[in-house]
């Protein structure tokens, strides 16, 4: 959680800098060639800024619900936040392993998944040894919680 919340606050600083410096210089230069009306590159930044101050406002709010989550409330028995999950799909008869993360640090090539997906949300609150359904748009499939190690577990 750490790591994301720093690296949501590099990109803010990154957004910050980019309208406080850069913009202003460049909706200058802008101004200079005249006509606003019929200017391409007054538009153009006049577009980036209002992109970056939304992008700004998202940053700050995903900071500041990342500030209340309670690390000391995440279930220590049950695949919450964080959590390192192997399920046995009976199916294949294969394993497959996922970290639930937050939304910022899914990557499904890593077997990030993010808790709030719908694969996150059935596992979500398991146990190991229970069973978990997963239901896709290609259906729907069954796989046995075999191994959690919880947040408070994890090592890396």
Same mark, same amino acid.
């Given at each position: 959680?750490?790591?994301?919340?720093?690296?949501?606050?590099?990109?803010l600083n990154v957004?910050?800098?980019?309208?406080?410096? @850069?913009?202003? %210089? =460049?909706?200058?230069?802008?101004?200079?060639?005249?006509?606003?009306?019929?200017?391409a590159e007054y538009k153009s930044?006049?577009?980036?800024?209002?992109?970056?101050?939304?992008?700004k406002a998202q940053l700050q709010q995903r900071l500041a619900a990342l500030s209340l989550v309670n690390m000391d409330k995440i279930p220590t028995d049950r695949a919450a936040y964080g959590s390192k999950v192997t399920l046995y799909e009976y @199916?294949?008869? %294969? =394993?497959i392993e996922y970290r639930l993360v937050s939304p910022e640090e899914s990557d499904i090539s890593r077997g990030f998944i993010s808790i709030s997906s719908p694969i996150g949300r059935c596992i979500a609150g398991k146990m190991a040894g229970d069973t978990v359904e997963i239901v896709t748009p290609a259906g729907?499939?069954?796989?046995?919680?075999?191994?959690?190690?919880t947040f408070h577990e994890a090592e890396d």
């Open positions: 959680m750490i790591d994301v919340r720093k690296k949501l606050q590099e990109e957004v910050e800098h980019e309208l406080r410096v @850069e913009l202003p %210089k =460049e909706i200058l230069r802008a101004r200079e060639l005249g006509d606003l009306s019929e200017n930044a006049k577009e980036r800024q209002s992109y970056l101050e939304g992008r @199916e294949t008869e %294969k =394993e729907s499939k069954e796989y046995e919680l075999r191994s959690l190690v």
